[in-house]
């Protein structure tokens, strides 16, 4: 069992940078594969970055590839998406996922649990 509780959303100008926090619970942490996902409005969740328990692997969704990093300290049971370049197009409701596979997965429905989310509104 793992439990989720993102911070660090908010509202930032576009070219702006923040950085999303997620705080994880539970023994399995450290071998879990994290990922983030998003929901803007009327849209569907979907991938944005994902990360292998011990940090060495990641992919990123090709939107925001060299702008964002995900990066995870299991020592803090913390894992991070440092987003630089905002646009507009990036406002939405950021989530944290972990998932009890071996490798990063891109499809949300392979992610057994979920944070709460955090807002993110990037204004032009």
């Known amino acids: 069992q793992v439990q989720l509780v993102e911070s660090g959303g908010g509202l930032v100008q576009a070219g702006g940078s923040l950085r999303l926090s997620c705080a994880a619970s539970?023994?399995?942490?450290?071998?879990?594969?994290m990922g983030w996902f998003r929901q803007a409005a009327g849209k569907e969740r979907e991938f944005v970055a994902g990360?292998?328990?011990?940090?060495?692997?990641?992919i990123y969704a090709d939107s925001v590839k060299g702008r964002f990093t995900i990066s995870r300290d299991n020592a803090k049971n913390t894992v991070y998406l440092q987003m630089n370049g905002l646009k507009p197009e990036d406002t939405a409701v950021y989530y944290c996922?972990?998932?009890?596979?071996?490798?990063?997965?891109?499809?949300?429905?392979?992610?057994?649990?979920w944070g709460q989310g955090t807002q993110v509104t990037v204004s032009s």
């Open positions: 996922a972990a998932s009890n596979l071996a490798r990063v997965a891109t499809n949300r429905y392979e992610y057994t649990y």
């Open positions: 539970g023994r399995t942490f450290s071998r879990s594969v």
């Open positions: 990360v292998t328990w011990s940090g060495s692997d990641t």
